[in-house]
C-alpha cells in the first residue's frame, strides 16, 4: 500500500502542469461550495436567532389545540384561562431548559394620533420578558457595530401605557416619543375599547412589510384592552439551547398531556415562515453550485486520468507482464485520482479559510430582500457540510478514475507493452 | 552443453498455433511449435524479423495465450489458469527483460527492483533488502537512488535484470535484451545473464538478431516463418 501510494504520488509529479489545473479546479470548485455552505451557515444562524429572539418567537410557543386555526374567530373558547397559564408556567419552570416562560396575547385595532387613524397589529408582553428574549438577538460583533441600535424596543415595566410602535407607523402618523395616541380595540366579547398610549421608543421589524403595522404593548394593557385578566393566547418558551428544541418539545408535550392539558406545541422553525422559505431557497442554490462544481470537478479529474492512462500504456503492460493483477491496475490509478483530490480538496480548505477571514476583516455590508436594514456579509465556517464535500469530493474524485482506470486494466498486455 | 537436458522440462510447448487477424487478412505467425526448455538452460530463440521469435516469447512467458496447442509451465497445464492465477504464477515464477528496459521512470533504481517483490506483497524491508542485494549482483549498487534517466542503456538494462531476477524466477524471458544497446553493452548484458545463468541456475530465454551474441548460449533455435527450422545445441 505504501509502494502504491508513492507510486501514485509520483505519477502525479509527472505532469505537473497538468495535475496542477486539475488540483486548481478541484480547489477552487471545493471553496466555492465551502464559502458558499458558510455564507448560507451564517444566514441561517442570524435567521434562526431573528426569529427566537429578534421577533420573539422563543424555542416553543404553546397553545390550546386548534388555536392556530379557529382561534382568530373563537378567541374566547381558545386562550388559556388565567389559571391554565399560571398551572403551566409553573410546570415548565420546573425544567432543566426551560430559561423563561412568557404569556402572550395579540390584538389589532385602529391607532390615531387625533387626526388620523391606521391599522395596527400587536403583541402583548411583559416588559421583562423582552429584554430576556431580545438578549440573545444579536451577536458581541453585531451589538458593537451599533448597526441594529435600531432595533431595540422597551416596554416600560412600571408604565403598561407606554407602547413601542415600529417605525414605519411612527412615521405614518408623524409621532414622537413621549407623544399622547389612542388605540381602539374590540374586547373578547366584541365591545369596543380605547385607550390612550404614550408613544415609547420605536422600533425597526427588520422586515419592510410589517414595519408600518406592528407593535408592542405591555401585557397588562392587552390585557385590559381585550379584557381578559390573567390569560394569553400562548405561551412562549425561552431555553437555554437551540439544540435541544425538537427534544423539549417532545418531553413538555407528554408532561403536560399527563397532566391534563390539551394543548399543542410548535417550535420556532415551524412558525417561522421566512426562515424556512430562505433556508429552502439558500438550500436549492447550494444544491444546483454543488452539482455544477462536483460536475466541472469529475470531468477534469476523468480527462486527467484518462490522459494519464494514456500516457503510461506501456508502464500498464510492464506491471501487468511482472505481475500486477487488474484490479491492482485500478488500485493504483483510482489512489493516483484520489490523492489528487484529496490534495485539491485540501488546497480548497486553505483557501476558503483566507478568503473568509478576507471577507469577514472587510466589514462589508448589504440589504437582502425584504430587509429593512443592512446586515453584515459574514462567512461561517460550516464544518459539517464542508467535511460533507470533503469526503463526496474524495469519493467522486476517485470514482471518475475508476472508468479510465478500468479500461488500462483490461488492456491486453502486449498491445500495453507495444503502445507508443 | 551442461546436462540441463537431463531434468524434466519447465516449459512444454505442444503444437502451439498462434494467427492473428489483420483486417480481413489471417495471419499464421506461429505453426505447430513443439518445444521443451529445461531449468538451467541458457537459450536463444533468432531468426529474422517477422519468423514469430516475439510471439514465441510472449507465450512462453504467459503474456499471450496460443490460438491452439498446450503451454504445461512447471507440470501445470495454463490453459486452466484465469488472469488472475496467470499473473500471480507470472510474478512468482518468471522474470521479464524488455528492449526497452521498461522501468518506471519516477522509481529509483532500487524501487523498480523492488517492484516486483512489492507486488507479490513482500514487507518494504525485506524487499528493500532483497533488491539492494540484486543491485549488487549487477554492479549497480552505486546508483540504487538513480532514476532510470540518469542512468546508461547498459546500466538500465541491468536495473531491468536485476528486476527479473529479484523473485527467484524459474525462467527469465529477455525479448531483444540488447537490441536497444550498443555493441560493448551488448556484450556485457549478455555475459551478465550467463553469469547469472550459471551462478543461480535460472533458465534464460532471449530473442537476438545478433549472431556474435549466440556465441555464448547452450541451445539455439532458429525460427523462421513460424516454424523451428533448427533447435541447435552448443558443445
Known sequence: MKNMIRLALRGMMRNRRRSLMTLLAIAFGFSAIALFAGYTHNVYDGLSRQSIHGEMLGHLTLSKRGMRKEGRLDPERYLLTATEVA???????????????????????????????????????????????????????????????????????????????????????????????????????????????????????????????????????????????????????????????????????????????????????????????????????????????????????????????????????????????????????????MLLTLIGCAAGLLITLLVRWGVNAADISYIPPNSAGRVPLLIDLDIMRTLFTFLLMGVVGTLAAWMPARRAAQKDIIDALGHV | MSDNTSHPPILKLRNIKRRFLLGETTIDALNSISLDIHAGEFLAVWGPSGSGKSTLMNIIGLIDSPTEGEVHFDEQDTRVLDDDALTEFRSRKLGFVFQNFNLVPVLSALENVMLPLQIQGVAEHEARERAAAALVDVGLERFKDSLPDKLSGGQRQRVAIARALVVDPKLVIADEPTANLDSENSRMVVELMREMNRARKVTFVFTTHDQRLLDHVDRKILLRDGNIVSDEVMA
Not at chain 1, 192 to 199: G, Q, S
Not at chain 1, 227 to 248: P, S, Y
Not at chain 1, 285 to 294: A, E, H, N, R, T
Request: no cysteine; proline share 1%; aromatic share 6%.
Open chain 1, 87 to 337: 398551572a403551566i408556567t409553573k410546570l415548565l419552570q420546573d425544567e432543566q431548559h426551560v430559561e423563561m416562560v412568557a404569556p402572550r396575547l395579540a390584538l389589532s385595532g385602529l391607532v390615531s394620533n387625533g387626526r388620523a387613524s391606521t391599522i395596527f397589529i400587536a403583541e402583548g408582553i411583559e416588559p421583562e420578558a423582552v429584554v430576556k428574549l431580545r438578549s440573545g438577538s444579536l451577536t458581541e460583533a453585531e451589538k458593537k457595530s451599533g448597526r441594529f441600535d435600531n432595533m431595540w424596543m422597551r416596554l416600560d415595566a412600571e408604565r403598561p401605557e407606554v407602547v413601542s410602535l415600529a417605525e414605519g407607523l411612527v412615521e405614518l402618523l408623524h409621532l414622537k416619543e413621549g407623544e399622547q395616541a389612542q388605540v381602539l380595540v374590540n374586547t373578547l366579547s366584541g365591545q369596543a375599547n380605547a385607550a390612550d398610549i404614550t408613544l415609547g421608543k420605536g422600533f425597526n421589524t427588520g422586515n419592510a412589510g410589517s414595519n408600518d403595522k406592528f407593535a408592542f404593548v405591555s401585557l397588562v394593557l392587552a390585557r385590559t384592552l381585550l379584557d381578559a385578566e390573567g390569560r394569553a393566547d400562548r405561551l412562549t418558551i425561552l431555553l437555554d439551547d437551540k439544540n435541544q428544541t425538537e427534544a423539549m418539545r417532545d418531553r413538555l408535550l407528554a408532561r403536560l398531556g399527563a397532566a391534563g392539558f390539551d394543548v399543542e406545541i410548535m417550535t420556532w422553525q415551524e412558525l417561522s415562515d421566512f426562515y424556512n422559505q430562505v433556508h429552502g431557497m439558500f438550500d436549492m442554490i447550494f444544491g444546483f453550485i454543488f452539482s455544477i462544481v462536483l460536475t466541472v470537478v469529475v470531468m477534469s479529474v476523468a480527462n486527467s486520468m484518462g490522459m494519464t492512462v494514456i500516457e503510461r500504456t506501456r508502464e500498464i503492460g510492464t506491471l501487468r507482464a511482472i505481475g500486477l493483477k487488474r484490479s491492482g491496475v485500478v488500485r493504483l490509478f483510482t489512489m493516483e485520482s
